[in-house]
């Protein structure tokens, strides 16, 4: 699975990683984001791109699971 | 790569919350705030610095505390504490982040207005915002230059809690100080703008600001509206969300000051203007620079500093600063045109840029 860490990185980092982190079209991608506005952005953006997303806190983390 | 939605639910959900916050600027100036400023974060911060210094920074015109901040920040705060958004954090590069702050105050009181107004402007038919507009996208294209190149100012970590509550708190401190105004007991050092002497004297009754501050810090807190993302994400990752949102603002904003016949189209004689083609241009395009080096324009950072942001509050601090001094430097704009140290004044502030663009680059490079 494809791992991106977008941690404390301020816009438009995260979309950028994320996009990066596509690219190849793994089935499966792991985001690491710590918030809301990298979460928000981060699945909205891997919704769009087709793949079905969960997300899962843990403490401050959001990871942000999409696979297709 | 597989072929992406170009346009999402998210695209209609801020297309929305630009429809909703252009409306409430444009009805707010029916409740009195300035012409084509019913909303703008530079301006209105800028109004709170005079409020406190006013006195000793020559801004005797503009000194007034803008309850809309002060319900941005306590709207945005408790949206993000109702859904665990509030999370303190910072240390990413603070001290930088105060000067792009600075900077993109005082370049946006040579244009008269923050990357948000200058699309107010617009929806007021103030056609000289378009030099601002265009400069925004210079400021993008700028911007997006040093992004590719792998500009960034480097992760954030968790801080020491309090730093987190900075700007909430600073808030409330505006609350009491706005309160005492409206009774008219606030202290003698401090200064409000008397009736026909500025843009300062002229506002929405303090509730109603305050409520519409409110609601625009909801909004904008969960839509993660933002005056310049719009553009930049476009070019940038090709994602047309928030692109929605300055839309739905310029519509929300046309629509509501047609219907109240708050619709002045032209290039003279705008409310708080000036119609210098390239000194506008200049400007938003080094404020645009600034807002892209900071991660988002000046609405955003109010945003993320009540959601905990320390390096947010520390570039509205840079902003608060900035405007003090721009106006006791003569370097703000008035409606007859530039003053006579803009230029010298935009140059040494593109150059800081550049400098600061190089240090993010090269460092991450």
């Known amino acids: 699975m494809k791992e991106v860490d977008v941690r404390g990185l301020s816009c438009p980092m995260p979309l950028m990683l994320a996009k990066k982190g596509i690219e190849g079209d793994p089935a499966e991608i792991m985001v690491h984001a710590d918030s809301g506005t990298a979460k928000a952005n981060v699945v909205a953006f891997l919704q769009d791109a087709g793949y079905t997303v969960t997300v899962e806190e843990s403490g401050d983390e959001y990871r942000i699971k999409g696979s297709r | 790569m597989a072929q992406r939605r170009t346009i999402g639910p998210t695209a209609w959900l801020l297309g929305g919350a630009g429809?909703?916050?252009?409306?409430?600027?444009?009805?707010?100036?029916?409740?009195?705030?300035?012409?084509?400023?019913?909303?703008?974060?530079?301006?209105?911060?800028?109004?709170?610095?005079?409020?406190?210094?006013?006195?000793?920074?020559?801004?005797?015109?503009?000194?007034?505390?803008?309850?809309?901040?002060?319900?941005?920040?306590?709207?945005?705060?408790?949206?993000?504490?109702?859904?665990?958004?509030?999370?303190?954090?910072?240390?990413?590069?603070?001290?930088?982040?105060?000067?792009?702050?600075?900077?993109?105050?005082?370049?946006?009181?040579?244009?008269?207005?923050?990357?948000?107004?200058?699309?107010?402007?617009?929806?007021?038919?103030?056609?000289?915002?378009i030099w601002?507009?265009?400069?925004?996208?210079?400021?993008?294209?700028?911007?997006?230059?040093?992004?590719?190149?792998?500009?960034?100012?480097?992760?954030?970590?968790?801080?020491?809690?309090?730093?987190?509550?900075?700007?909430?708190?600073?808030?409330?401190?505006?609350?009491?100080?706005?309160?005492?105004?409206?009774?008219?007991?606030?202290?003698d050092w401090t200064l409000l703008t008397a009736a026909g002497d500025g843009p300062g004297a002229l506002s929405a009754p303090l509730l109603i600001s305050l409520a519409a501050g409110l609601l625009i810090g909801i909004v904008a807190q969960r839509s993660r509206f933002c005056s310049i993302g719009g553009i930049r994400d476009a070019i940038l990752v090709r994602r047309?969300?928030?692109?929605?949102?300055?839309?739905?603002?310029?519509?929300?904003?046309?629509?509501?000051?047609?219907?109240?016949?708050?619709?002045?189209?032209?290039?003279?004689?705008?409310?708080?203007?000036?119609?210098?083609?390239?000194?506008?241009?200049?400007?938003?395009?080094?404020a645009t620079f600034a807002a892209m080096m900071l991660?988002?324009?000046p609405l955003r950072q109010i945003i993320m500093s009540s959601e905990g942001d320390a390096d947010s509050t520390t570039a509205v601090a840079?902003?608060?600063?900035?405007?003090?001094?721009?106006?006791?430097?003569?370097?703000?704009?008035?409606?007859?045109?530039?003053?006579?140290?803009?230029?010298?004044g935009l140059a040494v502030m593109m150059v800081v840029l550049l400098a600061i663009a190089w240090y993010g680059t090269r460092k991450t490079a």
């Open chain 2, 240 to 286: 047309y969300d928030l692109l929605f949102g300055v839309i739905g603002l310029l519509v929300g904003t046309t629509v509501v000051n047609l219907i109240l016949g708050q619709y002045h189209l032209g290039f003279i004689n705008q409310p708080v203007a000036h119609n210098d083609i390239l000194g506008n241009f200049a400007a938003m395009t080094i």
């Open chain 2, 19 to 129: 429809l909703l916050i252009g409306a409430v600027a444009a009805w707010l100036i029916s409740q009195g705030n300035p012409g084509n400023m019913g909303l703008c974060i530079a301006c209105f911060l800028r109004d709170i610095t005079g409020f406190f210094a006013g006195k000793v920074t020559n801004q005797g015109a503009v000194a007034y505390i803008r309850p809309e901040i002060i319900g941005i920040i306590l709207g945005a705060m408790g949206a993000a504490l109702f859904t665990r958004e509030f999370r303190p954090r910072g240390g990413s590069q603070p001290l930088i982040r105060f000067v792009l702050g600075f900077i993109f105050m005082s370049s946006a009181l040579v244009f008269l207005g923050c990357t948000v107004r200058a699309w107010l402007r617009l929806g007021g038919g103030d056609l000289t915002a």
């Open chain 2, 318 to 344: 840079g902003m608060l600063v900035g405007a003090g001094f721009t106006h006791w430097a003569g370097l703000a704009s008035s409606g007859k045109g530039l003053s006579a140290i803009a230029w010298p």
């Open chain 2, 132 to 187: 601002g507009i265009l400069g925004i996208v210079a400021g993008v294209l700028i911007g997006i230059v040093f992004l590719k190149k792998g500009f960034n100012l480097g992760r954030t970590k968790t801080v020491a809690k309090p730093l987190g509550w900075i700007l909430p708190v600073f808030a409330l401190v505006l609350l009491g100080f706005a309160v005492m105004s409206a009774a008219g007991s606030a202290p």
């Open chain 2, 295 to 297: 991660g988002g324009c």
